[in-house]
């Protein structure tokens, strides 16, 4: 099905096909191109920016085995639960086929992050690997990965706000719960979160490469906090946010704004209050671990000569 997308504020008018291509029969939808490129972008670049966090290019690539699956199951699973009358029959049974069939969306990023987290935190656990440093890693992953991602919202035109006459709202087709078609010009609120996305991945990369960045976890917590307010302010304007069991509390923004203070919380602490070293670090720590071993080995080598 193609839909018509327009700005009329900007003189734009798009026909959106879901479908990017069929293999074999399957239709293959934008949304899963478009995430699947997000998912590569987030892994080129932490895998990258590895070293500059005590970890080898390749626990990236060990713990994205585990991650990457369970971070899908999290993510459907947490969309699928505050909805779950979407998956109903007409007996009122679940649809199971309904409900892990994920090419043409449905994944909430809450529970995508949260199943990283957890799995991020066993494979630290076993791998005897810094948590804290890892997580600050992954915050770079996370928001190119959303930044993109939302992108497959706009092609299934989904995730749109309310309402609204500012020259950049998006005209679309809005079904009614009597089943008809109607014009509306709305705020492209995944637009909105794309853009401050990409901001708070500028912001933290900047922080990192001036070499701001004073203990494990900060960019952590000012992922928490960036994100959260942006997503709280944000899912206030949409209009398909999922609520809480039969309340008018919108999940997303309640999680968005208690993630924030946390994390503005932590970050005066930590920054404000309990100073911390530069050899804290994890990548300090390791570096100087490495430099002893070096020191070591290259002693150990001058005693075999002077034998």
């Known amino acids: 099905m193609t839909r018509t997308v327009t700005f009329p504020g900007l003189g734009l008018e798009l026909h959106m096909d879901r479908v990017a291509v069929e293999l074999f029969g399957l239709p293959i939808y934008w949304y899963g191109v478009i995430i699947a490129v997000g998912f590569l972008l987030a892994v080129a670049v932490c895998y ?11 626990d990236v690539i060990d713990l994205l085995f585990f991650a990457v699956p369970l971070s899908i199951i999290g993510a459907r699973l947490y969309y699928v639960v505050f909805n779950l009358d979407i998956y109903r029959t007409a007996d009122g049974s679940l649809s199971l086929a309904e409900m892990v069939d994920i090419r043409d969306g449905g994944l909430a990023i809450y529970g995508g992050v949260l199943a990283a987290a957890a ?12 948590f804290f440093a890892f997580a600050d890693l992954g915050v770079y992953g996370l928001l190119i990965g959303q930044c993109v ?56 990369l900047a922080v990192l490469f001036a070499g701001k960045r004073k203990f494990d976890g900060q960019m952590m917590w000012s992922y928490f ?52 070293a530069p050899e804290e670090l994890y990548v300090n720590r390791m570096r100087a671990k490495s430099a002893e071993k070096e020191k070591h080995e290259e002693d150990m080598g001058y005693g075999g000569d002077s034998h």
């Not at 935190?121 to 810094?130: A, S």
């Not at 959260?228 to 309640?254: C, N």
């Open 225 to 276: 906090l960036w994100y959260g307010f942006g997503r709280g302010l944000i899912e206030g304007l949409r209009t398909d946010s999922l609520y809480l069991f039969g309340t008018g509390i919108r999940v997303s923004q309640a999680l968005g704004f208690a993630s924030a203070a946390l994390g503005a919380a932590l970050l005066i602490y930590h920054l404000c209050v309990r100073r911390h």
């Open 149 to 204: 991602g939302r992108w497959g919202n706009f092609v299934n035109v989904e995730a749109y706000g309310g309402p609204c006459d500012l020259p950049w709202r998006m005209g679309i087709d809005v079904q009614t719960a009597s089943g008809a078609w109607e014009y509306m010009e709305v705020h492209p609120t995944f637009l909105y979160e794309s853009l401050w996305n990409l901001l708070g991945l500028a912001i933290l």
């Open 48 to 58: 990258r920016l590895a070293p500059r966090f005590g970890l080898e290019p390749d």
């Open 119 to 130: 799995t991020l935190l066993v494979f630290c656990w076993v791998k005897k690997l810094d």
